[in-house]
Each structure stands twice: as structure tokens, then as C-alpha cells.
């Protein structure tokens, strides 16, 4: 949550959020979600450059947008949230 929400550099956003992303897993884009009820726009824009620089890309990636609809019956209330936000991020790529 450090490294995504970092005030110093969000180019340490972008990356983390790129990683986090590309592992792709549900603790993995859980982390993303929780962090994005915290982040002020300009980190929640860099957030949304790291997943879509994977989503994107030309390399195979793990199924985001299947995580986050299981994210989307997270117990807590931000999870689902962010969660939603990063599907909507998902569901406006094209490969």
C-alpha cells in the first residue's frame, strides 16, 4: 500500500501497480483496489497507467477482470469498490 500510495514519487505508483497487476492475483489486485479508496486523483490516474500498461500489452496476463468480479463480493466495502473501478479500467482495453 506504501509504494501505491506514495507521496514522493508516483512513478513508484505506476510500477507497483504495473506488478501487482501483471502477477495478477486476487491478494495481488486486492491490494490495488484498497488502494484506491485512499488515492487522490493523481495517484488513482498513475493506479489505472500500471494496469492498463498490462492489460494492453502484448504479453500474455492473468484474467484481472475475473479477479475483480470476485473482488466484487469482497467483505469489505472499499475492496469492492476499487474493484469495480479496475474492471471498468479492464473492460475499456482492447487488444
Do not use: F, K, N, Y
Request: charged residues 20%; hydrophobic residues 55%; aromatic residues 2%.
Amino acid at each position: 500500500m506504501g509504494l501505491l500510495l506514495d507521496v514522493e514519487d508516483t512513478a513508484v505508483t505506476r510500477q507497483t501497480a504495473e506488478a501487482l497487476a501483471r502477477v495478477g492475483t486476487v491478494a495481488a489486485v486486492r491490494l490495488i483496489a484498497l488502494a484506491l479508496a485512499e488515492a487522490d486523483d493523481s495517484h488513482a490516474d498513475w493506479m489505472q497507467t500500471g494496469v492498463h500498461d498490462v492489460l494492453a500489452g502484448p504479453d500474455s496476463v492473468p484474467d484481472v477482470a475475473a479477479v475483480c468480479v470476485q473482488l466484487a463480493r469482497d467483505g469489505e466495502a472499499a475492496v469492492r469498490q476499487g474493484a469495480a473501478e479496475i474492471l471498468a479500467w479492464a473492460g475499456g482495453v482492447t487488444h
